[in-house]
């Protein structure tokens, strides 16, 4: 073992008190480096004694505050000596509680990058890694699980964990989340039981989910009540007076305690919390026990969900026709009631705060519902768990799905082009699947191209396998093929083919789904990917993940996070395959969990998918086994700030190309230096 490790051992071995809680700081930075010296054991060693430490010190903080909390509360008498006597108290007891269940850690400072290792799962990177060097693929696959669901950018995470599926010893029960939030691991479970009927199941777990969200609300408050990072205020520098300290301090507590809604309800690694998440508790709840014949239990969450919404014009209807069955008003549940009061006087409070300080701390509306969707006069159904609704008719059947009413079906404006099936028949919305879209020798010419031009890598940040390394991709970009034309590399005439191809694909895609404004390049892609040989055998990845194109998919939350570093502008896309004489790398729509097949299309030559590019349409490609599948690959969008670069560099050059063809001028253009 590196001798620079001694120090530090000696420190936290020589600390004999039962009391004593090993930093977690230190610990962590010891196994960081018996893992660069290959110490794997000690990495293990270390690295799980310091997530233990992390989890004691904040179980600690929780216990300790809320126990001084309840000993030293305040009370009516709000004189100045009394206020601060019992701040004063507090302070005393928190120090006896911390110095008691820590040690010596209470005066331990830890940097703040450490800390944020810990939020972001960074040890159990290195876990997963030791585990594997040490031959433990159950303990590793927990490990790279529980690091990849708060990092789900990390592709080298995903395949890491493909892998693991297929070592023996290695079960489904293995990739467990280490650290999941019971609120919130409870709460999928029941959606999960809601989702194949078992409503009896749902709703025991819903109640078990509520009870867990409301202790994890009293824990995240007691965090808040610790030191507070005021920016852009120095309080000795700027010698503020006592009280204005105070009202400092106490504004920002508030502040931290009233984003705990959007705490709890935010999954590890994401930027956005899950809209309308507790009231969507009793939502579920509501139609639960109605399934199961419970009206009372129903009301009462029926009521309850009216609170945080009171303007919802079906639920009110829900609340007339339970009122009808049980025979009496009913009332709502106490816990949310008392919970929605304390939010509403914390709002008030920050409102006077942002006032006097000049600080907005009341932005985000945690119960609305999201997308734009009108989901008034409607209740969950059974269909994904989520945020599908289906309405209850006057004779409450609830059996019927109201399916969102977006537009398609319009001209497809070039002759022979064939619909071939819409959204109905692609089981989804925003979808069309189209034939003909180009002819047997332009596709010809294309694949010509796409093996002259494209290189491994290109368009994947130079990754020759970025999505499974079972597999070669091959890209070239509109502009590089010019260039390619330019310097007599390609035929000319087939880097314009290319070009025209793609205008093409983008007037029908704009046509079909009767958009009111124009649809621009997002980026254009002349893609290939090769199965290779020698690696075929027994395989059972795709050759490109499901995933939705303009969000990140959380098949766990039946939920897609728009947000980075998904292409969160990207609004429709669409694939144009250039052959079909190769084995599998069939093209298929997912249900929301990433696993329910909902359509699947056979590429050819000339055949063109298009869909809305948001989480409505998760997609992905079958492995690819044998041979070489070639298509153009288009993204779109709205907003012309995010066109695409190579595009607009594109559409000059072909100008000037047409320009000279027109007066007969030599060619003088050269794409390179629109590079």
Known sequence: MDRTLFPVLVFLLSVSSAASLEPYDLLYDTAVQAFSTGDYENVVLYMEAALSSYAQVRSSKVRCRLRCQDQHPFDGTFSDLRFFDVVLQRAACMNACIDEKLGSQSVHKVSEDVVQDFHRRIPYNYLQLAYQKLQQPEKAAAAAHTYFQANPEHVEM??????????????????????????????????????????????????????????????????????????????????????????????QVLHCEHECVRDLATRPGRLSPMENYLPLHYDYLQFAYFKVNRPEEALQCVLTYCLFHEEEEFMTENVEFYREIVGHEGKPREEAAWYLRRHRQELELLLTGSRIMGVDFTEGNYWSNSGGRDDSNRIPSGTNGWM????????????????????????????????????????????VLLDHVISEEECSNLRGLAHAVTMAGDGYRGRMSPHTPNEKFEGATVLKTLQYGYEGRVPMRSARLFYDTSERVRRIVESYFLLNSTLHFSYTHLVCRTAISGQQDHRNDLSHPIHADNCLLDPDANECWKEPPAYTYRDYSALLYLNGDFDGGEFIFTEMDAKTVTASVKPKCGRL??????????????????????AVALWFTLDPLYRELERLQADEVI?????????????????????
């Open 158 to 251: 995903g395949q890491d964990l493909e892998q693991y599926k297929d070592l023996q010893g290695v079960e489904e029960n293995h990739f467990v989340d280490r650290e999941a939030r019971p609120h919130q691991f409870t709460f999928t479970k029941a959606v999960k039981f809601y989702d194949r009927g078992d409503y009896e199941g749902a709703a025991a777990l819903f109640e078990d989910a509520l009870v867990e969200y409301y202790k994890a609300d009293v824990e995240c408050r007691a965090l808040c009540q610790g030191p507070q990072g005021f920016e852009g205020h120095d309080h000795l520098r700027y010698r503020y007076s006592l009280h204005e300290l105070v009202s400092d301090h106490f504004t």
């Open 388 to 431: 599908d609704y289906v309405p209850i008719s006057e004779k409450k059947n609830a059996s019927a799905v109201v399916s969102l009413q977006l537009r398609e079906g319009g001209p497809l404006l070039y002759d022979g082009v064939k619909l071939v099936q819409n959204s109905l028949a692609l089981n989804g919305t925003q979808r």
């Open 609 to 630: 998918v298009g869909f809305s590019s948001g989480g409505e349409n998760p997609h992905g490609v079958k492995a690819v086994t044998s041979g070489q599948r070639c």
């Open 655 to 675: 100008q000037a190309l047409d320009t000279q063809s027109v007066w007969g001028q030599g060619l003088n253009i050269n794409p390179k230096d629109e590079l």
